[in-house]
């Protein structure tokens, strides 16, 4: 009788052939069959191999192959702490929450205070301020990078201001170190929402490194993909402390799964009100959450990760080939750019069509769409113009001229590592007919 060593060995290898008879059926892109998405995962065997593998031990919760996942996104950071969660939008939680505790004292975030925002942007970096009562106060961004300038963010700080969160659009960072700087001189937390630009660098320096705390989203359209998944990331053991309780139901344990008594005072510390010696592991310090991951996600991370630098350089050459071919069609449309000091692990391709072109967006995404070349909206355009934004507590400093325009006129396309080199041609092409 053959042992689990064997046994699993064997399954692997079958899972190998597989995947190598699966690839035998694809067949060549085709343009007047086949759609252009503008994401989706890029995977090989590895992939597949990896989720098997981590079935098979059957842990399912967080195990082994998450250890490996964290270590891994932490080693190519270069950041002290990574703590993996079930989406990018619970990383956001998290990271905010995390501001929230009693445990930072003066510094903690409550209810009234203020946080520098965009309202161009996704939902998901908004609405942990929001679900926690703290005052959203939006900024306008440029056309062209997506990006609020320093101007806008320092005119934006108040008596109640307590952090700066937003995300780096589309994979192009905002103007980090100088924004660090910025939250340094005020007291305010910096947090980087950095679900759309894994692998972006600022001033030599990867995004998601800088604030106090980062976010990232592990999505299918993502850079990296679990299926649903995200993480944060920060250099502060205290605030990775605390972040772990709120994604481990607010317990004050920062024991590991399956691991008891780390700090050697499990029966022998006084809680609130609680009896002296109560249990550690079963104190609760904040109001937290279940968002673990499961291991199967985290096998299939892991393999990912391995990908990660192909990925990065395949989505910047397939921004480069996008912008040179519609660098023709600049009187019409605003293309995608990035601040000076900022090397983007691209998540899209990002355009506005100038109202003066004579075009709307409609003819424009119209005449792709009929081609089975897949678009987006940039996010939510103006979020305060959404029904579930209505009536919440909010501010807004200066005008939000560029981001009700982008509500209006900008869309974007993919550049994700899955796009051919035949395939983008055939998006200029699009885009050359419509526009002459």
């Known amino acids: ?10 399954i692997l290898e079958k899972v190998q052939e597989f995947h190598e008879a699966s690839q035998r059926e694809k067949r060549a892109f085709s343009p007047d069959k086949d759609v252009v998405h503008y994401a989706g995962r890029v995977h090989d065997a590895d992939e597949l191999i990896s989720l098997v593998d981590s079935s098979l031990d059957f842990w399912l919760t967080s195990g082994r192959f998450t250890e490996e996942f964290e270590t891994g996104l932490a080693d190519f950071l270069g950041t002290e702490n990574v703590l993996t969660v079930n989406s990018g939008s619970s990383a956001n939680l998290v990271a905010f929450s995390t501001l929230t505790s009693p445990k930072l004292l003066d510094r903690r975030i409550l209810p009234g205070d203020e946080v520098i925002t965009v309202a161009a942007g996704f939902p998901t970096t908004v609405n942990p301020i929001i679900q926690n009562r703290a005052v959203p106060v939006f900024v306008d961004v440029e056309l062209g990078t997506y990006t609020p300038t320093l101007e806008r963010i320092e005119a934006a700080i108040g008596q109640r201001t ?42 030599g320096r990867y995004t998601g490194t800088f604030g106090d705390l980062s976010t990232f989203s592990f999505y299918p359209a993502h850079h990296i993909t679990m299926g649903e998944g995200g993480a944060v990331a920060t250099n502060d053991d205290n605030l990775a402390r605390i972040a772990r309780s709120f994604r481990d139901w607010g317990r004050d344990c920062y024991c590991a799964g399956g691991e008891n008594n780390t700090c050697g005072k499990r029966f022998s510390q006084q809680f609130g009100s609680l009896p002296y010696g109560y249990d550690h592991k079963y104190v609760y310090s904040h109001i937290g959450y279940n968002l673990k991951i499961t291991d199967m996600q985290a096998a299939v991370g892991a393999a990912q990760l391995r990908k990660l630098s192909g990925f990065i350089e395949a989505r910047k050459r397939n921004h480069a080939k996008i912008s040179a071919g519609l660098k023709k069609h600049e009187d019409k449309l605003i293309l995608h750019t990035c601040p000076a000091k900022a090397d983007p692990s691209w998540f899209g391709y990002v355009i506005t069509v ?21 678009t987006r909206n940039l996010f939510c355009g103006n979020l305060l113009r959404h029904p579930a934004y209505q009536g919440i507590e909010h501010r807004v400093v200066g005008e939000l001229t560029n981001t009700d325009l982008i509500t209006s006129n900008t869309f974007f396309i993919g550049v994700y590592p899955g796009l051919t080199a035949l395939m983008i041609d055939y998006i200029l092409g699009v885009f050359d007919k419509k526009l002459g």
């Open 1 to 10: 009788m053959k042992d689990k060593t064997t046994l699993r060995k064997e």
């Open 354 to 374: 100038r109202p003066e072109s004579g075009l709307t967006r409609a003819e424009v995404v119209g005449a792709l769409e009929a081609a089975r070349i897949e």
């Open 162 to 203: 307590k952090a700066v969160m937003m995300a780096h659009t589309m994979g192009v960072p905002f103007e980090l170190r100088e924004l660090k700087d910025i939250c340094d001189r005020n007291n305010l937390w910096l947090v980087e929402d950095n679900c759309d630009a894994l692998g972006s660098r600022y001033d």
